[in-house]
């Protein structure tokens, strides 16, 4: 019955976009004459809602529509600025052709899987272009992002995860996420960021930047970064621009790597021995064994990692959330479904879900940010000849005439 009700709602709908379109080409500003009025159609979360509106030009040739201004309705989308949202926000967490069959469930207008793609898509680019804009505003101008909170101590845990592309290769999906401590084994307050294809540096800049839109950094004293081991993720403790920041090698992964070390029961002793007396003296024991020639093949290269990071193994804060993390943020939704991701669209997911994982609400969709450059190109020219065909003048002069 609800949805009934809508459908009998839908024609007036229409009828009061074309009265306040009257009401706006009525009281335009003088140098635009009404060109013609042209039909439009929007799939809404209540059905297709069609309307034709004026179009205006002015002395330079250019269209304008002043209801699609008002409304800011980018050019030559047929869905309207709800429904995408819906669909982008729905597209993040069950696969497309369900969000599909959920809107049309709920009312909405019929839309195609690769419309849900498309929305999904733009609003991950959306979510890239914010997150570059915050980096580069604090690394190039100073200008730390906005913070919605703050904290003293924030943790900091990054690690990568793996899915599958079209062409049958993988593709490393690199995750932060930060939080100011935990409370019932959550992390409080968390803010992520999700990527594909990003290089390690980049990568770091952006995710402090992300840090300083839940936490204010000017406030942050003290930073304690986990990661599993991985060099790049290691070496972001030195990248980071705070006072007291230090880094923690997640012992699960080295005790994997120690267990290896050697077959068992000498393998668990060895887990043992890093445990009770620390990574130099378990590097102590597993170079023995190198020399004895009772050890597996790549000890050695455990060994050296072990005196290396011996400061960084074990210790720390309690954290250890990165893998859960990965799970639900990223594998549960692009690796859990029979996906096969572009790189572009791997990317925009990993950020989306990213970012709405951290509480962000969806960039909109502007008549202006929408806007293509082809579309843009066009506009220019056409204001640029205007401009060339205007004869010069002399404009009168006013006071000591050097003035």
């Not at 130099?280 to 990071?309: F, K």
């Not at 859960?324 to 990993?350: I, L, N, T, Y």
């Not at 502007?366 to 004869?391: F, M």
Request: charged share 30%.
């Amino acid at each position: 019955p609800l949805v009934d009700l809508f459908k009998k709602v839908l024609p007036h709908q229409s009828r009061a976009l074309e009265a306040r379109d009257r009401e706006l080409a009525a009281s335009r500003p003088k140098g635009l004459r009404v060109h013609s009025r042209r039909p439009r159609a929007l799939a809404t979360m209540c059905g297709d809602v069609r309307f034709r509106r004026t179009v205006l030009v002015d002395g330079a040739g250019l269209t304008r529509y002043p209801l699609d201004e008002e409304l800011d309705l980018p050019a030559g989308d047929r869905v309207s600025p709800s429904a995408r949202s819906f669909l982008a926000t729905c597209g993040a967490d069950v696969p497309f052709a369900r969000t599909a069959e959920l809107m049309a469930i709920a009312g909405g207008s019929p839309v195609s899987a690769t419309t849900v793609m498309d929305s999904v898509r733009s609003a991950g680019e959306a979510v890239a272009g914010i997150e570059r804009a915050r980096a580069r505003d604090l690394f190039r101008d100073g200008v730390a992002p906005r913070a919605d909170s703050a904290a003293e101590e924030v943790l900091v845990e990054a690690d990568d995860t793996w899915v599958r592309m079209r062409d049958g290769s993988m593709a490393e999906v690199k995750a932060v996420v930060a939080y100011a401590g935990k409370e019932e084994g959550r992390g409080v307050e968390p803010v992520r960021l999700g990527c594909v294809g990003e290089a390690p540096g980049d990568f770091r800049g952006r995710a402090v930047a992300q840090v300083g839109s839940r936490f204010d950094l000017a406030r942050v004293e003290r930073v304690r970064l986990g990661t599993d081991g991985e060099a790049q993720y290691v070496n972001g403790a030195a990248s980071m621009p705070f006072a007291d920041v230090a880094g923690f090698i997640d012992p699960f992964h080295v005790f994997r790597a120690v267990g290896r070390c050697a077959p068992s029961p000498d393998g668990s002793r060895l887990v043992s021995v890093l445990r009770s007396e620390g990574a130099d003296a378990c590097a102590g024991a597993i170079e023995a064994m190198v020399g004895a020639g009772t050890a597996a093949s790549g000890a050695e290269g455990v060994a050296a990692y072990l005196r290396r990071h011996a400061a960084e193994i074990g210790g720390g804060p309690s954290m250890g959330a990165m893998e859960a993390e990965q799970q639900h943020m990223c594998k549960v939704r692009m690796g859990s479904f029979p996906c096969a991701w572009s790189p572009a669209g791997a990317d925009a997911m990993a950020r989306l879900r990213s970012w709405l994982g951290s509480g962000f609400a969806l960039p909109p969709r502007t008549r202006e940010s929408e806007q293509s450059p082809r579309r843009r190109q066009r506009r220019e020219r056409k204001l640029a000849r205007h401009l060339a065909r205007r004869a010069g003048g002399r404009v009168k002069s006013e006071g000591k005439g050097w003035e």
